[in-house]
């Protein structure tokens, strides 16, 4: 979505997720801003962080930063210090293949699996999260309908929100906090499934 359709611009986002953004970008990867913070600041909320979403490998994000962690263990993250500001930076991930290590109840338990922005979309939960912004062009990309579904104010599950909500069962909670926060509705295929 070009900049001249949304209301989006580099000058709201954070001095540490720009940096991030930027030394990626200089470094030949593509670095957007990823997630609940896209969803808040088109909302005109001010997000509590700033996540980094990049086809950069975790040992190829670490190198470029002075003080950068690698953590996690069901799927690595890095996390870069930029003064008192903590920007967490994660690679692309894979689309589920159904290969994933999962518990007896569908949850996934280990899911380190790298893939394409694409791929990284549709294994977000919620459409509305599943925004990205590129600050070097100011553009947002949207695979899933996301900015149809903010301005309509839905809550919607990316894929079959049942097999979803297995595989990790906090999104339900997530779904109601999200839609209550942010004044959402939840769209009825997606809230179907809570109650069972």
Known sequence: VARERHSLRREAVSHGALKVCD????????????????????????????????????????????????????????????????????????????????DEHGRVLRDNVFGTQEDDARRRDFTVNALYFDPATEEIIDYHGGLADLRKRVLRMIGDPETRFREDPVRMLRAVRLAAKLGLSIEPATRAPIRR
Do not use: W
Not at 61 to 73: D, E
């Open 23 to 102: 030394v990626l970008h200089d470094a030949g990867y593509s670095a957007t801003v990823v997630g609940g913070a896209v969803r808040d600041l088109l909302l005109d909320i001010d997000p509590k962080d700033f996540d980094i979403a990049t086809d950069a490998r975790p040992e190829q994000i670490k190198p470029l930063f002075r003080r950068a962690l690698i953590i996690g263990r069901r799927f690595r993250l890095v996390h870069v210090m930029i003064g008192h500001e903590t920007v967490e930076v994660s690679t692309f991930r894979a689309a589920d293949t159904g290969n994933a290590d999962r």
